[in-house]
C-alpha cells in the first residue's frame, strides 16, 4: 500500500472545534465489513451491536495540562513548552517540545512564574529539548495549575477551561497522554452502565498517547514509515477477560485505534492476549489485518494518518474510503472532537 491511497479532501467546515453535548448524542456510521452496508445512528446506538458475553476495551489513559507558556531568561520572548513526558522524577527532568525552537538553547532559562523556570539542558530533534525544572516536589500540582489543555494541532482556537473536562474520556485514570483517546469521548456513565446491563464487561488497559499520533507519514511506501514507540499496560485481569471471550467465541470491542495497538501488539500463538507493559510502535496497515479485535469503535481521522490506515487495516481499504465520502457528503463532523464510526 503507498501513502496516495489514503489521501481524501477534507472541508475545513467539517473539522469539529467542539464536541457534541450530550456525548453521546453525536453521529454514528455502522459500517458493515460482510455487506458494505453503510448505516448512520446515534451513537447511544452503539449497544445495539454488542451482546451478552462480548467485551469492550477502553483505554484510560488521561490526558495532562502538557501545553505551559512561559518567558525566556533576560531577553522575555514568550516560550511554549509542550511537555512529552518526565524522563527522570528525581531531578524533573523533561522530554518537551518548544516554540519558536530558534530562539531556545542549551543553558536557557524559561520561567514560567517568579520562582519556577525550566532550563535547557540538551537538544533532541529540530524542535524537541531535553529541560530540567528546578522544583522537585508534586510537579503535577504545577502542571494543573499552569498548563493548559493540549488540543490538537487542527482545532484552531485557544484551549477553555471547558476543554479541561471536554478533552478527556469520563473514565480517564492514569495520567501520561497528551492527546486523547478519542474514540472513548463519546461515552456516558450512564451509556457504560446500560452496555454492563446487557451483560457485556467493560475492562480498561492504558497506552500514553504522544504527539506521534499526529506526525505527518513522510514516504510514499509504508513499510519504510517508523511510528513513534508509546508506553502501556495491559494487566492480567484485563487479558484474563478477553481471553475469555475469545475462547468463548464472543467478539472484543475496541475503543479507539490505541486499544487496538495494544492488544495487537500482544497476541499469542493460539490468538490469545498476553499481558504486561511496555513500549510499542507496531504500525498497523494494510495489507495486515487484525487478529484479536473483532470490531472496533474509531473516529474520522486525518488523510494519510497511521490511524486511517489502522482503521483500513480493520475493513477494505475502498469501503472505509467510500464511507468516508457519505461521511463528507452528510456533512459528519471529523477528527477529535468529532462523530464516530463503528466497523462490525
Avoid at 494543573?144 to 482556537?157: A, F, H, M
Avoid at 506526525?215 to 519504510?224: A, F, P, Q, T
Avoid at 474509531?298 to 483500513?312: A, G, K
Wanted: net charge positive.
Amino acid at each position: 500500500m503507498k501513502l496516495s491511497q489514503f489521501k481524501y479532501p477534507i472541508p475545513k467546515n467539517l473539522i469539529a472545534k467542539v464536541p457534541k453535548s450530550p456525548r453521546d448524542a453525536c453521529k454514528l456510521m455502522v459500517v458493515d465489513r460482510n455487506t458494505g452496508e453503510l448505516a448512520t445512528h446515534k451513537f447511544k446506538d452503539v449497544i445495539d451491536y454488542m451482546d451478552e458475553g462480548d467485551v469492550l476495551v477502553l483505554n484510560d489513559s488521561k490526558v495532562f495540562n502538557a501545553r505551559l507558556y512561559g518567558t525566556k531568561e533576560k531577553t522575555k520572548a514568550k516560550i511554549e513548552v509542550f511537555l512529552l513526558r518526565q524522563l527522570s522524577t528525581e531531578e524533573n527532568i523533561w522530554d518537551v517540545v518548544v516554540d519558536p525552537a530558534r530562539k531556545v538553547r542549551i543553558g536557557n532559562r524559561i520561567f514560567f512564574t517568579k520562582n519556577l523556570y525550566c532550563e535547557v539542558i540538551d537538544n533532541t530533534t529540530s524542535r524537541g529539548r531535553i529541560v530540567r525544572f528546578n522544583y522537585n516536589g508534586d510537579f503535577s500540582k504545577y502542571i494543573e495549575k499552569l498548563g493548559k489543555t493540549p488540543l490538537p494541532p487542527y482545532i484552531k482556537r485557544d484551549a477553555t477551561e471547558k476543554d479541561k473536562e471536554d478533552y478527556q474520556t469520563i473514565y480517564a485514570e492514569n495520567v501520561g497522554s497528551v492527546a486523547a483517546p478519542t474514540a472513548g469521548l463519546h461515552f456516558t456513565k450512564e451509556l457504560l452502565k446500560k452496555i454492563q446491563a446487557k451483560g457485556v464487561k467493560v475492562v480498561y488497559l492504558t497506552l500514553h498517547i504522544g504527539l506521534g499520533t499526529f506526525r505527518l507519514v513522510e514516504v510514499e511506501d509504508l513499510s519504510k514509515h517508523r511510528m513513534d514507540s508509546e508506553y502501556y499496560e495491559l494487566s492480567k485481569e484485563t487479558a484474563d477477560v478477553i481471553n475469555m471471550s475469545i475462547s468463548k467465541r464472543k467478539k472484543v470491542i475496541a475503543v479507539g485505534t490505541s486499544v487496538a495497538r495494544v492488544l495487537e501488539s500482544n497476541v499469542i500463538t493460539t490468538k490469545h492476549v498476553r499481558y504486561g507493559k511496555g513500549w510499542t510502535d507496531k504500525f498497523i496497515h494494510p495489507p495486515q489485518s487484525l487478529r484479536i479485535v473483532d470490531k472496533l469503535i474509531s473516529n474520522f481521522h486525518m488523510p494519510q494518518s497511521t490511524l486511517l490506515m489502522l482503521v483500513c487495516a480493520m475493513a477494505e481499504r475502498d469501503l472505509i474510503m467510500k464511507a468516508y465520502k457519505k461521511a463528507i457528503k452528510e456533512k459528519y463532523r471529523f477528527y477529535s472532537y468529532g462523530d464516530a464510526m463503528m466497523i462490525v
